[in-house]
């Protein structure tokens, strides 16, 4: 499977398949009695692919989840099926388009909602995929399309000197290990024993989470090292890569050495094999655009706003995301007060279509605040049948909920609506350990302000 956030390109959904593998998978896998290993899981050294091909074929049972049309994913399926006639089990979110050619083979599917799994889902799926690891293990029965169709096949083995290779896999990401502890001294984990993809990535996320971007960088950048698989000139390509080269894009621009615009411009570079240029990527397309907007904001040129406008313009509209909605409308009101388009009726055009934007965000963001609480309630009602890692999932949901409600309120202040802003923020304000949160919303909610005062006559004369 994938891992991280995916975007499906034909809906322009995106998944977190972490939540699916920690929620839904690797819990049911333990309960069984088995070892649950994902690709980012497999300690290795040289090519991945060694190490990956021997797992296809010796495994006792490998779940493959489709999500997003994952190539990767199908791919090693595909490799799993012609060499074991058993023991594989297909899962997907319910959404997928399946191609053509796994239309006859039998898919157990689940209900994802893109940031979040409801948790009533997460206790359903469970016991299904229990129920089926337990059945294909007991019943051994032929389910790959393969050995069904060509009858008489017998299946592979592995011959000895492959499997002492591979067994002495492990002395490459020591020394990896041992680079990162000379580079980046921290509390995310011991880079010495820490040497999986996974870990690699968990830590990065730490560093992140912690605001310590400068360790942030070295975590991601080694990931891609460690996946041999990546390159400079195929991060594009390989989508299980396109995921750290966004985090290490992020981190690259926040950390802002050696100085900030020297870190935006290197961000920008890191990001050009994602080409956010033509990419329905939501999550390329934001990074893009904050970029750009951030490069406006140190007096780098008009042209950047102008790229910023269009990155989050394009990641609004594939998806109704929110985040980039709410960007949007204020870099038309910031462009309304820049000198790129001087008419007076070119400023009004982008005043008018920045709070037609917000007037859509009210709506789409009451209908994900509704959800998640919804989603909340039932959760904590369920306490006692969900395991530290799905509640973990419910701090999440409040974050998400957080940043909802505040883009939201937002939305009230920039249309001038004072009364519902007042009640949304006072909402705000409830949150737990919410003080660097409400700090950068006011922080974006204070520049908006100016650019409305700014505007009032032009406000006026549109509404006269």
């Known amino acids: 499977m994938g891992f991280g956030t995916k975007t499906d390109l034909v809906t322009g959904r995106q998944l977190d398949l972490n939540k699916s593998y920690r929620l839904l998978i690797k819990p049911v896998v333990k309960k069984k009695g088995l070892v649950c290993v994902r690709a980012d899981e497999i300690r290795h050294s040289g090519s991945i692919e060694a190490q990956m091909y021997q797992e296809l074929l010796t495994a006792d049972l490998v779940i493959a989840d489709l999500s997003t049309a994952n190539p990767n994913a199908i791919y090693e399926l595909g490799i799993r099926h012609a060499l ?45 995929l229990g129920d089926v690891i337990v059945a294909v293990l007991t019943k051994q029965a032929t389910d790959s399309p393969v050995y069904t169709f060509l009858q008489g096949l017998t299946p592979p083995f592995l011959k000895a000197k492959v499997t002492q290779a591979v067994a002495a896999a492990g002395q490459a990401l020591e020394e990896v290990g ?5 580079e980046v001294t921290s509390s995310y984990g011991s880079p010495e024993k820490d040497q999986t993809l996974a870990m690699l990535i968990q830590q990065g996320e730490d560093a992140i989470r912690d605001s310590d971007f400068d360790s942030a960088k070295v975590f991601f950048n080694n ?42 411009t290197q961000a920008l570079t890191l990001l050009e094999p994602l080409n956010p240029k033509e990419s329905n990527d939501p999550e390329t397309l934001g990074l893009a655009g904050a970029i750009e907007k951030r490069l406006f904001d140190l007096e780098q040129g008009n042209d950047h706003l102008s790229r910023s406008i269009r990155y989050y313009e394009r990641g609004y509209l594939i998806k109704d ?25 070119e400023k009004i055009a982008d005043i008018v279509w920045a709070n037609r934007v917000r007037r859509e965000i009210i709506i789409l963001c009451q209908e994900n605040i509704d959800a998640m609480q919804d989603q909340i309630n039932r959760a904590q009602q369920k306490a006692t049948e969900i395991d530290m890692t799905a509640r973990a999932e419910i701090d999440k949901l409040k ?46 909610l204070n520049k908006l302000s100016s650019l409305l005062e700014k505007q009032a006559p032009l406000l006026q004369s549109i509404n006269e």
């Open 223 to 264: 990931a891609l090292k460690i996946d041999t698989t990546a390159s400079a000139s195929r991060y594009g390509a390989n989508p299980q890569d396109q995921y750290m080269v966004q985090r290490l894009v992020l981190a690259t621009y926040k950390a802002k050495k050696p100085d900030p615009v020297s870190a935006l």
């Open 321 to 345: 995301d929110w985040y980039n909605g709410i960007n949007l409308a204020f870099l038309l009101n910031l462009r309304a007060d820049s000198s790129i388009y001087p008419a007076k009726v």
């Open 178 to 182: 041992n680079t990162l502890k000379e």
């Open 84 to 128: 074991r006639p058993h023991t594989t089990i297909v899962i997907s979110e319910n959404k997928l388009t399946y191609p053509f050619d796994l239309n006859h083979i039998l898919i157990t599917s689940y209900t994802h909602l893109g940031d979040s799994i409801d948790f009533d889902e997460v206790i359903r799926f469970r016991q299904v």
């Open 399 to 444: 974050e998400d909920q957080f940043w909802c409600m505040a883009t939201k309120a937002e939305a009230h202040f920039g249309l001038g609506e004072l009364d519902a802003y007042r009640e949304a923020r006072l909402a705000l304000e409830e949150f737990p350990s919410s003080g660097w949160m409400l700090e950068s919303f006011e922080t974006q």
